[in-house]
């Protein structure tokens, strides 16, 4: 197994009672990236990063976090942030953060100098208890924990989820800044436009299972170009439409055919039909990942 | 290790805080010191009822001419004192009774402390009068000393094993009021999610290890701040010498009652913290904690079956027993004076307390965090024994 990659994982798999939750997964993320495991609910995610993170074990399969076995000898050069968020809601953020980062093997009075600082830079108070503070500010408070180790690796459940607009975008801003000081991030998601944003590869995952694995200019060329077209008239031109076109208020819309769409327009043009709007367009990532769950057989 | 000893000390320090900064900290603390003050307010008040009671007799073994001396001159102080002054009996004194003697200028009270303390003035009342009586017409005696003696009985093994039940019970009762916050801590973890985020930083055994130093810390401070009320309350309260010494000595006995009390801590809160891994609520961690507090109560119900006779079987089932173990120890440290049966003893606590330990933390490992249906209790079982 290579050094440069921050997490591998080979052929991990984990039963729960007979149902299988993750079936042989592999992955291979690179240091230094950001890295998105996309996948509908219940699709496998966070069972798959517990197991990598070595909250709980695989049944099968390898797996090596920032090059070591096991994952909790790197436990204190990792971050995490699960998807279910949890705080001492008695406690006050620059306590709370320090004890992250205790728990991570950062002295805790450094700790506390690094979390007025971070919470400083975020304006968020350090001295009030967490119950007292909005979803969003408390979601971020267990961000700034999550990195107030400086960790090398960064592994985020979910981290957008609950959070408005505004706080999604200083979490992407947060996620870049953390690139771009050198820590390998991966994070899961079911919002493909967060993994649109910031991913340089992603794992599209589906019933246990990985679907897909590339960067995501390379999920979206999986797939064909989507072509719309409205005409003025309608007529016999229609014949030489794909069979998976389908109109709506006069506008069609179908994959782009294997054999162009040149012999289409032939029809259009000899027909008269004149055309109103012709767009030939690949597909978005949300459209390439909507495809390659439904090729799993999953509603995204 | 050094790693999980570390992890546990940081979760430790943030629950030790959390705990004992807590209201619900200041009721537990109150809650064990109620009944003492409400003892000692009955004491008080009964002291108070006892004023017009007669006290205990005191033997009287003086010469026949003295002795008639005396008993005039308690009858005459008798009527305007009543029951200030104490009853005289001419015989020979019981064991643990206070006897007066000597003649009348050579007066001698022997007796226990508490008894030489309570009857020195009315004694002395008594003798002088007695004095003054048999002058009369002459010269005013002038007062003699009331020469005292505190007689101690050795205490019997009876004795000492009422120190050994109140050890037992002392140890069954801390244990068990603290295993009710060892499982709502867990739970109220578990509640605020911080669980996956512990499990992913610090292994399993530190956590566990963790919760466990904490509440004992917790604990300890609240038997401080106890033992610190009940030591005034026997300096006020109690006579010196009334609390039979242990055949070990106290400083030993002391000693083993702290570390047995760990032991017993320790062993007992691992069951608990099992049994809170697998709760999902407060109500839910009530429920399953309830067979283990009726077992708690039945292992120290056989522990303390035989806590006078230590060397019966069924005394050294217990002391063999981690679970009952520390309480048969205490009964026995009361009553026999050999160290090394200790030694054993606490060796094999905490061996057992390493594999329950171990055996704990597999549970909750995998239990705590698991997504998908409910298990299945085989499979339980089967993954507790796994590897």
């Known amino acids: 197994?290579?050094?440069?990659?921050?997490?591998?994982?080979?052929?991990?798999?984990?039963?729960?009672?007979?149902?299988?939750?993750?079936?042989?997964?592999?992955?291979?993320?690179?240091?230094?990236?950001?890295?998105?495991?996309?996948?509908?609910?219940?699709?496998?995610?966070?069972?798959?990063?517990?197991?990598?993170?070595?909250?709980?074990?695989?049944?099968?399969?390898?797996?090596?976090?920032?090059?070591?076995?096991?994952?909790?000898?790197?436990?204190?050069?990792?971050?995490?942030?699960?998807?279910?968020?949890g705080l001492y809601s008695g406690m006050n953020p620059r306590d709370a953060i320090a004890f992250?980062?205790?728990?991570?093997?950062?002295?805790?009075?450094?700790?506390?100098?690094?979390?007025?600082?971070?919470?400083?830079?975020?304006?968020?108070?350090?001295?009030?208890?967490?119950?007292?503070?909005?979803?969003?500010?408390?979601?971020?408070?267990?961000?700034?924990?999550?990195?107030?180790?400086?960790?090398?690796?960064?592994?985020?459940?979910?981290?957008?989820?609950?959070?408005?607009?505004?706080?999604?975008?200083?979490?992407?801003?947060?996620?870049?800044?953390?690139?771009?000081?050198?820590?390998?991030?991966?994070?899961?998601?079911?919002?493909?436009?967060?993994?649109?944003?910031?991913?340089?590869?992603?794992?599209?995952?589906?019933?246990?299972?990985?679907?897909?694995?590339?960067?995501?200019?390379?999920?979206?060329?999986?797939?064909?170009?989507?072509?719309?077209?409205?005409?003025?008239h309608a007529g016999d031109w229609e014949k030489a439409l794909p069979a998976d076109a389908k109109c709506e208020s006069g506008l069609w819309r179908f994959r782009l055919p294997e054999d162009g769409i040149e012999p289409l327009l032939k029809a259009v043009i000899e027909a008269d039909a004149g055309i109103e709007t012709l767009a030939i367009e690949p597909p978005s990532l949300h459209e390439a990942f909507v495809a390659i769950v439904g090729d799993a057989g999953e509603r995204p | 290790m050094m790693r999980t000893l570390r992890s546990a000390l940081v979760i430790a320090r943030r629950d030790y805080i959390a705990t004992v900064w807590s209201k619900t900290f200041l009721i537990f603390l109150i809650g064990p010191l109620l009944p003492l003050i409400f003892g000692a307010v009955a004491s008080m008040l009964a002291d108070g009822g006892d004023q017009g009671k007669r006290r205990d007799a005191v033997a009287l073994t003086m010469p026949a001419d003295d002795a008639a001396a005396v008993m005039n001159a308690r009858a005459k102080l008798d009527d305007r004192l009543g029951d200030q002054i104490p009853l005289l009996e001419r015989h020979a004194p019981a064991p643990g009774q206070a006897a007066l003697g000597g003649t009348l200028d050579r007066p001698r009270l022997d007796g226990p402390p508490q008894a030489l303390h309570d009857l020195g003035g009315p004694i002395g009342l008594i003798l002088d009068t007695?004095?003054?009586?048999?002058?009369?017409?002459?010269?005013?005696?002038?007062?003699?000393?009331?020469?005292?003696?505190?007689?101690?009985?050795?205490?019997?093994?009876?004795?000492?094993?009422?120190?050994?039940?109140?050890?037992?019970?002392?140890?069954?009762?801390?244990?068990?009021?603290?295993?009710?916050?060892?499982?709502?801590?867990?739970?109220?973890?578990?509640?605020?999610?911080?669980?996956?985020?512990?499990?992913?930083?610090?292994?399993?055994?530190?956590?566990?290890?963790?919760?466990?130093?904490?509440?004992?810390?917790?604990?300890?401070?609240?038997?401080?701040?106890?033992?610190?009320?009940?030591?005034?309350?026997?300096?006020?309260?109690?006579?010196?010498?009334?609390?039979?010494?242990?055949?070990?000595?106290?400083?030993?006995?002391?000693?083993?009652?702290?570390?047995?009390?760990?032991?017993?801590?320790?062993?007992w809160g691992v069951l608990y913290l099992g049994v809170g891994a697998q709760a999902g609520s407060a109500r839910e961690a009530q429920t399953l904690a309830m067979p283990l507090s009726l077992g708690q109560a039945l292992v120290f119900t056989f522990a303390s079956a035989q806590a006078s006779h230590p060397d019966r079987p069924i005394a050294l089932i217990a002391a063999i027993i981690p679970w009952s173990s520390p309480f048969a120890m205490m009964a026995r440290a009361a009553i026999l004076p050999a160290l090394w049966p200790h030694l054993a003893a606490l060796a094999l606590q905490f061996v057992t307390l390493l594999i329950a330990i171990k055996l704990g933390a597999r549970l909750f490992r995998t239990n705590i965090l698991k997504t998908g249906r409910p298990a299945r209790q085989p499979n339980r079982f089967a993954r507790l024994f796994r590897r």
């Open chain 2, 130 to 267: 007695a004095r003054a009586d048999r002058a009369l017409g002459g010269t005013p005696p002038a007062p003699v000393d009331l020469n005292t003696a505190a007689i101690q009985p050795p205490p019997d093994d009876h004795d000492r094993s009422d120190v050994g039940k109140v050890a037992q019970f002392i140890l069954f009762f801390l244990t068990f009021l603290i295993a009710s916050m060892l499982v709502s801590n867990l739970v109220e973890e578990k509640a605020n999610k911080i669980i996956e985020l512990l499990a992913s930083a610090v292994p399993i055994d530190a956590i566990f290890l963790g919760k466990l130093i904490a509440m004992l810390g917790a604990t300890l401070t609240g038997v401080v701040v106890w033992a610190s009320c009940a030591a005034i309350g026997i300096e006020a309260f109690v006579p010196a010498g009334a609390i039979p010494t242990p055949a070990i000595g106290w400083p030993i006995f002391l000693g083993l009652g702290l570390v047995y009390f760990v032991m017993l801590f320790l062993l």
């Open chain 1, 100 to 232: 992250m980062g205790a728990l991570r093997g950062l002295p805790l009075k450094e700790g506390k100098a690094r979390a007025t600082k971070l919470l400083a830079e975020h304006d968020l108070p350090a001295d009030r208890p967490i119950r007292t503070l909005s979803k969003g500010m408390a979601q971020l408070v267990q961000l700034l924990g999550t990195i107030v180790h400086k960790p090398g690796l960064i592994v985020l459940d979910e981290p957008f989820s609950g959070l408005d607009a505004i706080n999604q975008e200083r979490l992407e801003a947060l996620i870049r800044d953390q690139a771009k000081s050198g820590a390998t991030i991966l994070f899961s998601t079911h919002v493909i436009a967060h993994a649109e944003r910031l991913c340089e590869r992603i794992a599209v995952i589906a019933r246990g299972k990985i679907r897909f694995e590339g960067t995501p200019e390379e999920a979206r060329t999986r797939f064909p170009s989507r072509v719309r077209l409205a005409t003025r």
């Open chain 1, 1 to 85: 197994m290579s050094e440069a990659l921050a997490v591998e994982a080979h052929g991990i798999t984990k039963h729960f009672d007979g149902a299988t939750a993750v079936d042989g997964v592999d992955l291979a993320v690179p240091s230094g990236s950001i890295y998105g495991i996309l996948g509908p609910n219940g699709a496998g995610k966070t069972t798959t990063l517990r197991m990598l993170l070595g909250i709980i074990d695989p049944d099968s399969g390898e797996r090596r976090l920032l090059g070591a076995a096991s994952p909790l000898e790197v436990a204190d050069r990792v971050g995490y942030l699960p998807e279910e968020r």
